[in-house]
């Protein structure tokens, strides 16, 4: 079974701080993406890394690849509440059209 | 319309009953996948299309559930003799290639929120 581990589960936290997500596995991704979901709709998605050791920025937001492709984090800096959703990894597996899901993380950002 | 969309956005049912849940994909995209999703978890792969076939159905947990998408556009998600715990959020998304290309994007429908009472 390909598992994809993604930590923390909940994370609730002051505006301006920053945080980190990790997702982890024993398996190796042909790529790997990060998605948002907000109550009521489905995921968006963020970025795709393919390259092992990527590094990827959307505005606060900053995504890494691992040079194994095994593993991957988010990092945001100075959250704002806009920011609080679910975030999901899903890698893909090479000739295999499935992505393998993590259990996402729960993102709460205070004011 | 420009996204996928998904009907109904809600669905009440009692056990024992059929429902049946619609994917609109996004036209021209060749592959759509449905998946299954329970609160503040990843979404759960069911079944993938690639244009008319099904591609890839191991993630459907029994025979209650079927999918079928006959003309290569809409889909229909069919689940028999529901379950309680058949209550979650269907998913469905829609890419361009089917995933021939490591950076296919899926595209998501807002999902059906289908309650088995």
């Known amino acids: 079974t390909q598992l994809l581990e993604q930590s923390p589960q909940f994370l609730s936290i002051q505006e301006g701080e920053n945080l980190t997500v990790y997702c982890n596995s024993s398996?190796?991704?042909?790529?790997l993406q990060w998605y948002r979901q907000e109550p009521g709709e489905g995921p968006v998605l963020l970025v795709t890394?393919?390259?092992g050791g990527e590094v990827k920025k959307l505005k606060r937001l900053t995504f890494q690849f691992g040079d194994a492709r095994k593993d991957s984090s988010l990092h945001i800096t100075a959250a704002q509440p806009g920011d609080t959703g679910l975030y999901l990894c899903?890698?893909?597996?090479?000739?295999?059209?499935?992505?393998?899901w993590g259990l996402g993380t729960s993102l709460a950002v205070n004011p | 319309g420009a996204g996928v969309s998904q009907t109904p956005s809600n669905k009440v049912t009692e056990k024992g009953k059929y429902v049946e849940l619609r994917c609109d994909p996004i036209?021209?995209?060749?592959?759509l996948y449905w998946y299954r999703q329970s609160l503040g978890q990843g979404p759960e792969f069911l079944i993938y299309?690639?244009?008319?076939?099904?591609?890839?159905d191991s993630g459907l947990p029994n025979d209650r559930f079927f999918a079928v998408r006959p003309e290569g556009s809409v889909s229909t998600l069919k689940i028999q003799r529901t379950e309680r715990g058949d209550s979650a959020v269907y998913l469905c998304?829609?890419?361009?290639?089917?995933?021939?290309?490591?950076?296919?994007?899926?595209?998501f429908g807002p999902g059906t929120r289908l309650t088995v009472l």
């Open positions: 998304a829609s890419s361009q290639t089917g995933g021939l290309l490591t950076t296919d994007t899926q595209y």
């Open positions: 036209s021209g995209h060749t592959a």
């Open positions: 299309f690639q244009g008319t076939g099904a591609a890839d």
């Open positions: 398996s190796v991704f042909s790529s």
């Open positions: 890394v393919v390259t």
């Open positions: 899903a890698g893909a597996i090479r000739n295999n059209r499935k992505l393998i």
